[in-house]
Nanobody
């Protein structure tokens, strides 16, 4: 069964850190780009980051402001999103999504990603 499984979410105080993981099951990530998206209550889902399968092209949304770092370990079939300096507005359900290829300059078109995880909740308290 083809699955993406996110983990690592939780409750953290403002300024804290979390590392999200996105692990593939039933397929390899070797040729997949991975997009991170998030959806806050009452808001539309938005793009956070995209990391290409070769790991040499990574995009971030403007609101990241250098606080998040995407990385991947294809041998573990896992992509990571290290989040530092968390703010209350980062509270959301975070999703990873996979699609073959490089991240294009417009990387946050959600309909392009065919495989999605179930999401992991991140809550930042002030």
């Amino acid at each position: 069964q083809v699955q993406l499984i996110e983990s690592g979410g939780g409750l953290v105080q403002t300024g804290g850190s979390l590392r999200l993981s996105c692990t593939a099951s039933g397929f390899t990530l070797d040729y997949e780009r991975i997009g991170w998206f998030r959806q806050a209550p009452g808001k539309e889902r938005e793009g956070v980051s995209c990391i290409s399968f070769t790991d040499d092209t990574i995009y971030y949304a403007g609101f990241v402001e250098g606080r998040f770092t995407a990385s991947r370990d294809n041998s573990k079939k896992t992509v990571y999103l290290e989040m530092n300096g968390l703010k209350s507005e980062d509270t959301a359900t975070y999703y990873c999504a996979a699609e073959p290829g490089f991240c294009p300059p417009i990387w946050d078109l959600q309909w392009e990603y065919k495989k999605w995880g179930q999401g992991t909740q991140v809550t930042v308290s002030s």
